[in-house]
């Protein structure tokens, strides 16, 4: 099961790769925006994937903040993009 969960976390990464290409040439604020929530939730669902194969509890804790930065990272784009910033 181990194999499974470093397989499955490999592929989430790559999936990563491809959506941060479209932050550096995206067409507008809003793919580049939600190409960097694909990161966001890729890295936690890869951090979470890491946690079950590794036993290691204290990652998860870490997956957890960085889904609450993406959040967060989420609500300040759009207060900004709505002050008509962008």
């Known amino acids: 099961m181990t194999f499974f969960y470093f ?3 490999l592929f989430i990464l790559l999936s990563i790769a491809v959506g ?8 507008g604020g809003s793919d580049r925006l939600m190409a ?3 990161a966001g939730s890729g890295g936690v669902a890869t951090l979470l994937l890491l946690a079950a194969a590794m036993g ?3 990652i998860i ?3 957890l903040m960085l889904g609450i930065l ?3 990272a989420s609500v300040g784009f759009v ?3 709505s002050d ?3």
């Open 70 to 72: 993406a959040v967060f």
């Open 36 to 38: 960097a929530q694909l």
């Open 79 to 81: 207060s900004w993009r």
């Open 56 to 58: 290691q509890t204290a």
């Open 20 to 27: 941060l290409a479209r932050v550096v040439r995206g067409p």
């Open 7 to 9: 397989a499955a976390g």
């Open 61 to 63: 804790d870490v997956a």
């Open 84 to 86: 008509g910033n962008g």
